[in-house]
T-cell receptor, first 112, second 114 residues
Framework: SQQGEEDPQALSIQEGENATMNCSYK?????LQWYRQNSGRGLVHLIL?????REKHSGRLRVTLDTSKKSSSLLITASRAADTASYFC????????????FGTGTRLKVLA | DAGITQSPRYKITETGRQVTLMCHQT?????MFWYRQDLGHGLRLIYY???????DKGEVPDGYVVSRSKTENFPLTLESATRSQTSVYFC?????????????FGSGTRLTVV
């Protein structure tokens, strides 16, 4: 079964707006990662947040982590048409083996 | 992505045939992974490897075999292909101690079993 589940499954916004995607997971983790996938391409790593961190920033990306609720959110500010992609969270489930389980993803469409 | 290549990009095979998907990385990363991606399921881990000659099962290993005799190669073999194995397969690699960089993914192999 999936460790992470993203919400919403699909999101459509106007360019310049902010996009927020959520990820919920089932078991305790060491780290959580977010990835982007453009259509027909492989996944690209965006950001990693550790279980002892609550918030992390990278450019227009802001990731939060609430371990008590077993959830994370990815915020993309001032979205651009080029942000159109699918976004996945991945968790390591305390395995200690660098093995990550991916969620089902959020499809983001940014309209110009 | 430069440094990790998958071949072939596209493959059509018949039910019951054996097929091998190749994955090659040039960074000498310790960890390598095989995922399959299907609509509605996201990415599911098939097998992974922590080093040469060390492999372990992921979420959906049945019907697949892997080997890793050299650090840079991690082939995935479907012993007797079934239609349910029609999918996009992604190989990824990662280096221990460089976790902040996450996985690096290949461009994928789209496999169709007819």
């Amino acid at each position: 079964s999936q460790q992470g589940e993203e919400d919403p499954q699909a999101l459509s916004i106007q360019e310049g707006e902010n996009a927020t995607m959520n990820c919920s997971y089932k078991t305790s983790i060491n780290n959580l990662q977010w990835y982007r996938q453009n259509s027909g391409r492989g996944l690209v790593h965006l950001i990693l947040i550790r279980s002892n961190e609550r918030e992390k920033h990278s450019g227009r990306l802001r990731v939060t982590l609430d371990t008590s609720k077993k959830s994370s959110s990815l915020l993309i500010t001032a979205s651009r048409a080029a942000d159109t992609a699918s976004y996945f969270c991945a968790t390591d489930a305390l395995t200690g083996t660098y093995k990550y389980i991916f969620g089902t993803g959020t499809r983001l469409k940014v309209l110009a | 992505d430069a440094g990790i290549t998958q071949s072939p990009r596209y493959k059509i095979t018949e039910t019951g045939r054996q097929v091998t998907l190749m994955c090659h990385q040039t960074w000498s990363h310790s960890y390598m992974f095989w995922y399959r991606q299907d609509l509605g399921h996201g990415l599911r881990l098939i097998y992974y490897s922590a080093a040469a000659d060390i492999t372990d099962k992921g979420e959906v290993p049945d019907g697949y075999v892997v080997s890793r005799s050299k650090t840079e190669n991690f082939p995935l073999t479907l012993e007797s292909a079934t239609r349910s194995q029609t999918s996009v397969y992604f190989c990824a690699s990662s280096e221990a101690g460089r976790l902040n960089y996450g996985y690096t993914f290949g461009s994928g192999t789209r496999l169709t079993v007819v």
